[in-house]
């Protein structure tokens, strides 16, 4: 170990980000960005913005938390963005989910989640999805400082309706609730209503995957001023410019344009249903997804081995090597032809072995 590193650096387990290589031809459906590009008028908002680049953007984001207020129904103090949601869930770790008593959160989730924990001395403990791998909210029911839930989870796919949250809350009214909605456009509920009622629910969002804006990196919170204003002091102590100009204005251009996003996350829903179905045919187990990718496993086949040849063809795809989950492949939705090329890749090492 290079003795130039902290304590802290040679301790760290860090997360694995899906792999971006550079093949030529290659079908990309391991790290779940969207097959369509955002709306046109993010580019001509970000070239416009590019007009400035030798200032400072606004630290604290007013225009865009204005328009994300508006199109939320929530008041811009109840907004926090950050440079993706990764960074706004890492603040929100030591901000909010760091207390005496455990963080929550189920033993197949975002794997970041772990992650922060360690990065941040955070306290921590798993609660398992049911055998269907549901999470069954009951199961929360338990001592803890707070919770984080993603939903629809990942990898899994699998919503909880808003009612379930719902019923998170009226359990645990006096710790911070956190539900990370990166893929509720897709099909899931949104506890966004519940933020209301409800000063320990903070909602966390990103522009990544529903508004194709994963190079960006835009990420948002909502929830009570109290919650948002702990997020501020830890951004503030950190970096107080996570967003430039061209974020900033390629965002809210994004939120602009309501008939695009519609438009696109209908098409990603019905691909979703066209890959599910072919998958199916080929014998995968799939569960139901309300996300922009699905979790499958086929009841013969080991997943390393599946997502190896599928490498060898060219396509791919997400394995996780964790026991509850190392059968399965997370495959995101693509466009007609990487589906298309996706299935018969798949026939391929089916009938090879
Ligand atoms: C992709 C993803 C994120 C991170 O998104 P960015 O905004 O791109 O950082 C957060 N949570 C979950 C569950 C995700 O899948």
């Known amino acids: 170990m290079n003795p130039l590193w902290s304590a802290l650096a040679r301790e760290l387990q860090p997360y694995v980000p899906g792999e971006q290589p550079r093949i030529a031809g290659l079908v990309k459906l391991n790290t779940n960005e969207s097959p369509l590009p955002p709306s046109p008028r993010v580019a001509e908002a970000i070239a416009a913005a590019s007009a400035n680049l030798r200032l400072y953007p606004d630290p604290e984001a007013n225009e865009l938390r204005q328009a994300l207020a508006a199109y939320h129904g929530v008041a811009p103090e109840q907004t926090f963005v950050g440079n993706g949601s990764d960074e706004v869930l890492a603040h929100t770790f030591l901000a909010l989910l760091k207390h005496d008593a455990p963080l929550l959160f189920p033993d197949v989730t975002y794997s970041f989640y ?118 501020g002091r830890v951004k503030d102590s950190f970096n107080s410019y996570p967003l430039g100009r061209p974020a900033q204005a390629g965002a809210i251009a994004s939120l602009a344009d309501e008939a695009y996003f519609q438009a696109s ?89």
């Open 265 to 353: 996350r209908a098409t990603v829903i019905g691909a979703r249903e066209a890959m599910a179905q072919g998958l199916r045919r080929l014998g995968f187990e799939v569960l139901p997804s309300a996300a922009n990718f699905v979790f499958a496993r086929h009841p013969q086949r080991d997943g390393a081995a599946l997502a190896a040849g599928l490498r060898e063809r060219a396509v791919l795809v997400r394995h996780f090597a964790g026991p509850r989950v190392r059968a399965y492949l997370r495959i995101s939705v693509g466009g007609k032809a990487d589906v298309a090329r996706l299935l018969e890749a798949a026939a391929e090492v089916l009938a090879g072995a």
């Open 114 to 231: 772990p992650v922060w924990a360690r990065l941040y001395g955070v306290a921590a403990a798993t609660v398992p999805l049911d055998a269907a791998m549901r999470v069954r909210v009951a199961d929360y029911r338990r001592p803890a400082g707070s919770i984080i839930l993603a939903n629809p989870n990942a990898p899994t796919g699998i919503a909880l309706p808003r009612a379930e949250i719902a019923a998170l809350l009226a359990d645990h009214p006096d710790i911070p609730v956190v539900v990370d909605e990166a893929y509720v456009d897709f099909g899931g509920e949104t506890a966004v209503p519940l933020i209301a009622s409800h000063p320990n629910l903070l909602v966390v969002r990103t522009m990544s995957k529903s508004r194709a804006l994963a190079g960006l990196r835009v990420g948002y919170a909502l929830g009570d001023g109290g919650l948002i204003e702990a997020l």
